[in-house]
Nanobody, 114 residues
């Protein structure tokens, strides 16, 4: 059974950094991985994605502050978040795709507040 589990969320002050992780269990690889963010009253929105060959894309709201990556085994993905703002508060989900399958994690909460 495949599972994606996010970790690394928490409470931080504006300007601080966090690194989120997305770990795969089961026979699955993060060939294509994305991070999504959902804030209260809004739909889940993609903020970063890494493609099969390493190309990355970012939403304008996080460009230059966040960095998506994965390990060489493609079983763990990361989202490095710097210069956090209060607007970055939300639940962060990772999404993986491989061989036509897609899986989501259950999310990790990030709160940016002074």
């Amino acid at each position: 059974q495949v599972q994606l589990v996010e970790s690394g969320g928490g409470l931080v002050q504006p300007g601080e950094s966090l690194r989120l992780s997305c770990t795969v269990s089961g026979s699955f690889r993060l060939e294509n991985m994305a991070w999504y963010r959902q804030t209260p009253g809004t739909q889940r929105a993609r903020i970063a994605e890494i493609m099969t060959y390493g190309h990355t894309e970012y939403d304008d709201s996080v460009k230059g502050r966040f960095a998506i990556s994965r390990d060489s085994a493609k079983t763990t993905g990361y989202l490095e978040m710097n210069s956090l703002k209060s607007d970055d508060t939300g639940v962060y989900y990772c999404r993986g795709r491989w061989n036509g399958d897609e899986y989501w994690g259950k999310g990790t909460l990030v709160i940016v507040s002074s």
